[in-house]
């Protein structure tokens, strides 16, 4: 198994250094990995629904989930627009999340002695205002969330090479933990 890891690790690193360089487009293809995940989710939930015998609210849910894969891999129009809710629920989790950062930063620096409450405001205004940077400047906001997941695929895959190389010992860090 370490050696699937570390094959794996390398070609996440490959990918995530190639997504860098066309982050735009790698934006444009969360719609396209969202149909996936929907259709293979839909399927295998249908699938349990009837080997289990339970119908109702799951098989519904794992049907519309079929559905709106399959319109979201053969309409460009709604694959573009499933990007664009994309870009701003992420807009609005950064702002959601920067204004409660402030407000637990505000609250704990009340009883701290510790300045630490200083860096939750900081950080909390600056997600604020990438927030309000995705709704102004949606373009300058698909680019940041492609680099976002071209940053996250080279981490996956130097973890995955650090996994496999770690497990390279023969199994002596497995009988250690």
């Given at each position: 198994?370490?050696?699937?890891?570390?094959?794996?690790?390398?070609?996440?690193?490959?990918?995530?250094?190639?997504?860098?360089?066309?982050?735009?487009?790698?934006?444009?293809?969360?719609?396209?990995?969202?149909?996936?995940?929907?259709?293979?989710?839909?399927?295998?939930?249908?699938?349990?629904?009837?080997?289990?015998?339970?119908?109702?609210?799951?098989?519904?849910?794992?049907?519309?989930?079929?559905?709106?894969?399959?319109?979201?891999?053969?309409?460009?129009?709604?694959?573009?627009?499933?990007?664009?809710?994309?870009?701003?629920?992420?807009?609005?989790?950064?702002?959601?999340?920067?204004?409660?950062?402030?407000?637990?930063?505000?609250?704990?620096?009340?009883?701290?002695?510790?300045?630490?409450?200083?860096?939750?405001?900081?950080?909390?205004?600056?997600?604020?205002?990438l927030g309000i940077v995705f709704f102004a400047h949606p373009v300058l906001g698909a680019a940041v969330i492609g680099?976002?997941?071209?940053?996250?695929?080279?981490?996956?895959?130097?973890?995955?090479?650090?996994?496999?190389?770690?497990?390279?010992?023969?199994g002596d860090d497995a009988a250690a933990a």
């Amino acid at each position: 198994m370490t050696v699937v890891s570390v094959i794996l690790g390398v070609l996440l690193v490959i990918c995530g250094f190639s997504i860098m360089f066309t982050p735009l487009l790698t934006f444009l293809g969360v719609a396209t990995l969202l149909s996936i995940v929907l259709m293979i989710w839909g399927i295998m939930a249908i699938v349990k629904c009837v080997a289990t015998k339970t119908y109702g609210l799951n098989i519904v849910l794992a049907i519309l989930a079929v559905v709106f894969a399959f319109i979201l891999m053969v309409s460009p129009h709604t694959s573009f627009m499933t990007d664009l809710i994309v870009l701003y629920l992420a807009a609005v989790f950064l702002i959601a999340r920067g204004l409660l950062s402030i407000i637990l930063a505000v609250k704990s620096a009340k009883g701290s002695k510790s300045k630490m409450w200083i860096l939750g405001i900081i950080l909390g205004i600056l997600a604020v205002i990438l927030g309000i940077v995705f709704f102004a400047h949606p373009v300058l906001g698909a680019a940041v969330i492609g680099f976002l997941i071209a940053f996250f695929f080279v981490y996956a895959g130097f973890d995955l090479i650090y996994v496999g190389f770690r497990n390279d010992g023969g199994g002596d860090d497995a009988a250690a933990a």
